[in-house]
T-cell receptor, first 113, second 111 residues
C-alpha cells in the first residue's frame, strides 16, 4: 500500500542533543512538508519542499533543519537551538498541483527532558 | 490565504447528520475550501475540497454558500468513529500546498 511512514512513533531525548525524525513516502509525490502540533492546538508549518534538493522555511523554522536528497525522503532535524522541542511532529506529502490535498503520516511524538 | 473561523466544539448524536460550519468571509475567487479531520494522536485525514460548487464523496458533503463566505461540512450519518477534530482551510491554487491549520472544531459523536 502507498503511504507515508514516520518513525519512530515515540522518541525520547535529553536536552542539548540533536535528533532526526524520519519521513518516507512511496506515493511518488514531489512535495513534502513538516508540521508541529502542540497539545490542543492546530498544526504549524516548519519546512516544506516542492522538489528534490530544494526546500523553504515555513512559519516556525527556527531551531530546525531539513534535507531533501531523495524524492521519497524528507528528514527533519530538531537541533539543540529549538527552545521547546517537545511536540507531536507530522510529515505530509502531495503532488505539486495547487489544489491537491495533503497526505499525512501518523506522526512522531518527541519528548525532550 | 483567507482566514477561517470554526466553533471550538460540537456534539452530535450517533446516526444523525453532523453539520460543521466554517466562516471564510475574506475568501477570494481562486481560493479553495478544504476539510481535514484528525483523530486523536493520528495524522490529519483529507475529507473533501471545493471551489464554489457543492461536492460529495463517500465520506461527506461540502456545501458552499453562493457568496462563498461560508461553508458546511456534512457527515450524513455520524458514527462514534467520526469523533475527531475537523479543520476547515482556505487555500489559493498555486504551486505551493503549504496549508495552514487552525484549531478546528472538536466533534464528539455520542451514543
Amino acid at each position: 500500500d502507498g503511504g507515508i511512514t514516520q518513525s519512530p512513533k515515540y522518541l525520547f531525548r535529553k536536552e542539548g542533543q540533536n535528533v532526526t525524525l524520519s519521513c518516507e513516502q512511496n506515493l511518488n509525490h514531489d512535495a513534502m512538508y513538516w508540521y508541529r502540533q502542540d497539545p490542543g492546538q492546530g498544526l504549524r508549518l516548519i519546512y516544506y519542499s516542492q522538489i528534490v534538493n530544494d526546500f523553504q522555511k515555513g512559519d516556525i523554522a527556527e531551531g530546525y533543519s531539513v534535507s531533501r536528497e531523495k524524492k521519497e525522503s524528507f528528514p527533519l532535524t530538531v537541533t539543540s537551538a529549538q527552545k521547546n522541542p517537545t511536540a507531536f511532529y507530522l510529515c505530509a506529502s502531495s503532488i505539486r498541483q495547487g489544489n491537491s490535498p495533503l497526505h499525512f503520516g501518523n506522526g512522531t511524538r518527541l519528548t525532550v527532558t | 490565504d483567507a482566514k477561517t473561523t470554526q466553533p471550538p466544539s460540537m456534539d452530535c448524536a450517533e446516526g444523525r447528520a453532523a453539520n460543521l460550519p466554517c466562516n471564510h468571509s475574506t475568501i477570494s475567487g481562486n481560493e479553495y475550501v478544504y476539510w481535514y479531520r484528525q483523530i486523536h494522536s493520528q495524522g490529519p485525514q483529507y475529507i473533501i475540497h471545493g471551489l464554489k460548487n457543492n461536492e460529495t464523496n463517500e465520506m461527506a458533503s461540502l456545501i458552499i454558500t453562493e457568496d462563498r463566505k461560508s461553508s458546511t461540512l456534512i457527515l450524513p450519518h455520524a458514527t462514534l468513529r467520526d469523533t475527531a477534530v475537523y479543520y476547515c482551510i482556505v487555500k489559493r491554487t498555486g504551486n505551493n500546498n503549504d496549508m495552514r491549520f487552525g484549531a478546528g472544531t472538536r466533534l464528539t459523536v455520542k451514543p
